[in-house]
């Protein structure tokens, strides 16, 4: 028996290489999801890794580095916020 494919559809995911569980700090999001600002999950909104190791989406950090109680501090554990290049 031969079989012909006449069509097929591909299927594409894709998930940060972080624990299923692990949310966003300040958001409460998981980063396979979006950020309050963005519509689609992607690289419009990176995941920035801190080197105290808190992470978070790249637009939730910018608005909070951008108020003033932030200091430009991890608002995890308060520590000088450093993000780790990937």
């Not at 689609?40 to 920035?48: N, V």
Request: hydrophobic share 35%; net charge negative.
């Amino acid at each position: 028996m031969k079989v012909k494919i006449k069509s097929w559809i591909a299927v594409a995911s894709w998930k940060w290489d972080v624990p299923e569980d692990e949310v966003c700090g300040i958001c409460r999001v998981q980063f396979d999801g979006t950020c309050p600002n963005c519509r689609f999950p992607g690289d419009d909104c990176a995941l920035l890794v801190g080197k105290c190791g808190h992470s978070f989406h790249m637009h939730c950090l910018l608005d909070w580095i951008n108020t003033e109680s932030s200091r430009g501090l991890c608002p995890m554990c308060r520590q000088k916020f450093e993000y780790v290049e990937q």
